[in-house]
């Protein structure tokens, strides 16, 4: 299964994520794409390059930390030091699972062209300002209908509000056994590799109550500039300050290391964007899901 970039705050929002990767990719005939060949995905070496190409930006922040951990697959289109376009799958170099991915880059044409003559994807994510003119060409070429999925993007420029509760405290490796018991959606670490890989390199919170962990907070992504933040919550825990003293002792200690916490959320999930405001974050944008219907719901 492709790693999700879904920082999901309660189970169902993790079992609704499960269940919607697990769709239909897009798998077209490549209609008008003068492709005769299917695209190479980037080697480690351009990898790299990319990689150093999209970073200094917290839209990007998600592709880098996957491209300098070599977790995903990439495609570009052009040099990779400066692509016309690129694409970044957050699933394992050459996986065959059904794809969601990120993408990048001024040319909006190649871009489509890109994707198409790629093929095997089910959602793509791109930035506001060019998201209806990618649409449009979707919709142009596959003649069926695209839906929007919009994410809001927030950084915390400002330090960190300091909330704090008496069950939150920040995780080590020697919480590793308590953490591989916890229920799936509160074990932290899938863009890192796994949560002790994720315990060596970032930051991760949790709450605890009768030796069993309720809550969590990571740093889901971490690159030299940003630090995404991903928030867990069992139900019954919510609505107690929970979920903010775990996410404030996230964010300030990826200020502590010089990291910019960047907060990203679906557009009417209204908790997670009043816990980002009560952070202090402040939105800077939208980031938009394009997903081709499926097959069988135009049968």
């Given at each position: 299964?492709?790693?999700?970039?879904?920082?999901?705050?309660?189970?169902?929002?993790?079992?609704?994520?499960?269940?919607?990767?697990?769709?239909?990719?897009?798998?077209?005939?490549?209609?008008?794409?003068?492709?005769?060949?299917?695209?190479?995905?980037?080697?480690?070496?351009?990898?790299?390059?990319?990689?150093?190409?999209?970073?200094?930006?917290?839209?990007?922040?998600?592709?880098?930390h996957l491209l300098r951990r070599?977790?995903?697959?990439?495609?570009?289109?052009?040099?990779?030091?400066?692509?016309?376009?690129?694409?970044?799958?957050?699933?394992?170099?050459?996986?065959?699972?059904?794809?969601?991915?990120?993408?990048?880059?001024?040319?909006?044409?190649?871009?489509?062209?890109?994707?198409?003559?790629?093929?095997?994807?089910?959602?793509?994510?791109?930035?506001?300002?060019?998201?209806?003119?990618?649409?449009?060409?979707?919709?142009?070429?596959?003649?069926?209908?695209?839906?929007?999925?919009?994410?809001?993007?927030?950084?915390?420029?400002?330090?960190?509000?300091?909330?704090?509760?008496?069950?939150?405290?920040?995780?080590?490796?020697?919480?590793?056994?308590?953490?591989?018991?916890?229920?799936?959606?509160?074990?932290?670490?899938?863009?890192?590799?796994?949560?002790?890989?994720?315990?060596?390199?970032?930051?991760?919170?949790?709450?605890?109550?009768?030796?069993?962990?309720?809550?969590?907070?990571?740093?889901?992504?971490?690159?030299?500039?940003?630090?995404?933040?991903?928030?867990?919550?069992?139900?019954?825990?919510?609505?107690?300050?929970?979920?903010?003293?775990?996410?404030?002792?996230?964010?300030?200690?990826?200020?502590?290391?010089?990291?910019?916490?960047?907060?990203?959320?679906?557009?009417?999930?209204?908790?997670?964007?009043?816990?980002?405001?009560?952070?202090?974050?402040?939105?800077?944008?939208?980031r938009v899901d394009l997903i081709?219907?499926?097959?069988?719901?135009?049968?």
């Amino acid at each position: 299964m492709a790693h999700l970039p879904v920082f999901c705050e309660t189970e169902e929002q993790f079992v609704h994520v499960e269940r919607h990767v697990r769709q239909l990719p897009y798998e077209e005939s490549r209609q008008g794409d003068q492709r005769s060949v299917k695209p190479m995905p980037c080697r480690a070496t351009a990898r790299r390059m990319l990689a150093d190409a999209l970073s200094g930006s917290p839209w990007t922040a998600m592709a880098v930390h996957l491209l300098r951990r070599d977790m995903c697959t990439a495609y570009v289109e052009g040099d990779p030091s400066s692509p016309s376009a690129s694409v970044v799958f957050w699933s394992a170099p050459l996986s065959s699972a059904p794809q969601r991915g990120l993408a990048f880059g001024p040319d909006i044409e190649a871009l489509w062209s890109l994707l198409q003559a790629i093929g095997r994807w089910n959602a793509i994510g791109i930035h506001e300002e060019h998201a209806e003119i990618l649409r449009g060409a979707m919709q142009r070429d596959l003649k069926k209908p695209v839906t929007v999925e919009r994410h809001r993007y927030h950084v915390l420029a400002e330090p960190a509000k300091n909330f704090t509760h008496s069950l939150v405290r920040r995780l080590t490796e020697a919480d590793i056994d308590l953490i591989q018991q916890a229920p799936p959606f509160l074990q932290q670490g899938r863009l890192f590799g796994g949560a002790r890989e994720l315990l060596q390199e970032g930051i991760f919170a949790g709450a605890i109550e009768s030796g069993k962990l309720v809550a969590t907070a990571h740093t889901a992504t971490l690159t030299d500039e940003y630090a995404e933040i991903g928030v867990a919550t069992l139900a019954r825990y919510r609505q107690q300050g929970i979920a903010a003293a775990a996410a404030s002792l996230v964010c300030r200690g990826a200020q502590a290391i010089g990291r910019v916490p960047v907060w990203d959320c679906a557009q009417d999930n209204e908790p997670s964007r009043h816990l980002a405001e009560k952070l202090g974050f402040v939105p800077i944008g939208t980031r938009v899901d394009l997903i081709p219907a499926l097959k069988e719901s135009l049968d």
